[in-house]
């Protein structure tokens, strides 16, 4: 890490890989010899094509996705699929479940209330959202045209450990914090979306796997920017796309290849977590607030049992470099987000500097 940088541990926008960053700047004025940045580029240029279709190859290579599925850029946040998805999908039956296991989840539920019968398959609310319910939790209607959950939950630091089965109903997931942390069976999806700026590139790109049999059903009223059919038959280029956004996405992708792809940064983050966890585990103040089985290697939350103390860690661990350690309000305390991007030695000296905190704070 450059000395005048610090490890932070925001929960989105987030860090982002600093030969990612280093190689952007050197690119910025000056793009591959096109003597302009890719700010400045068409869309519809050579240049900014070839970005484009080496970002998108390489999505699809690093997630293996499989022909019958296809990637399209949009915008608007994973909060725009929360309308996009009840518009493309709820279809005549005009019903689907939702898993309610975290803060998005339920605003996407909500979200899809404007759109239909919205049943809650399951919900962990009577826990406040600190576990992930099983599979005999999850009752799924049989005439839903989809189950939608969120597989990591951003704010009270949970993910699912397992692919909810659904009995035939098509699999819709938020994957907007955990994206390219681990393998995917793709195939077992009918929709997975992301926002970029957690675990990605900066905010402006949401990532869309659609299969391509479920497309072409939407309400008449879907808006032509939010249908998956348009994105498809398009190729995300019906209006400008986040020309630079994508870019920024391409050069971590690549920066993913130097890792050992998505398999490499699965073993990495598990070992970042265990770290984190450890300390956890080891310390009489630290309190873990999410069950253990249900624990997100994404985002780490904790707490002590004072709120002043909370304060002052957060406090404190700025000053030594380790920033943007305050929980959500809904939670309290910390939350030590540890996506992709975060170094292990991020992990290492946020594990120290806990260490050293207890032991003065005693
Ligand atoms: C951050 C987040 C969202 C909201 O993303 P926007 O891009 O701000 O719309 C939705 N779902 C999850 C899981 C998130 O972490």
Known sequence: MSANRVYNFA????????????????????CRGAGMSVMEMSHRGKAFLEIFEETK???????????????????????????????????????????VTGNFSNIAMKEAKKYGDIHIACSSEDKNHTYIPTQEDISIRADAAYFHYCCNNTIFGTEWKYVPETGGIPLVCDMS????????????????????????????????????????????????????????????MNNT??????????????WLYTQGGVEGMAKIKTEKAKILYDVLDDSEMFIGCAEKASRSDMNVTFRTNSAELDEKFVKEAKQAGFDSLKGHR?????????????????????????????????
């Open 241 to 254: 796309p986040p020309c630079y956004t994508i870019y920024m996405l391409g050069l971590v992708l690549k």
């Open 11 to 30: 929960p989105g926008p987030s860090m982002l890989p600093l030969p990612v960053l280093e190689q952007a700047a050197a690119e910025m004025t000056n």
């Open 57 to 99: 190859t390489n999505l699809k290579h690093l997630l293996k996705i499989p022909d019958t599925h296809e990637v399209v850029f949009m915008q608007g946040g994973a909060t725009l699929q929360f309308s996009a998805v009840p518009m493309n999908l709820i279809g005549k039956t005009g019903k689907a479940d939702y898993a």
């Open 177 to 236: 914090s955990n994206i390219l942390s681990v393998p995917v069976d793709v195939s077992k999806y009918a929709l997975i979306y992301a926002g970029a700026q957690k675990n990605m590139a900066p905010a402006g790109v949401t990532v869309v796997i659609v299969d391509k049999s479920i497309v072409g059903n939407e309400h008449p009223l879907t808006p032509k920017l939010m249908s998956y059919k348009l994105m498809v038959e398009s190729d995300s």
């Open 330 to 362: 809904s939670v309290g305390g910390m939350r030590a987000s540890i996506y992709n991007a975060m170094p292990i030695e991020g992990a290492q000296g946020l594990a120290t500097f806990m260490r050293d905190f207890e032991a003065k704070n005693r």
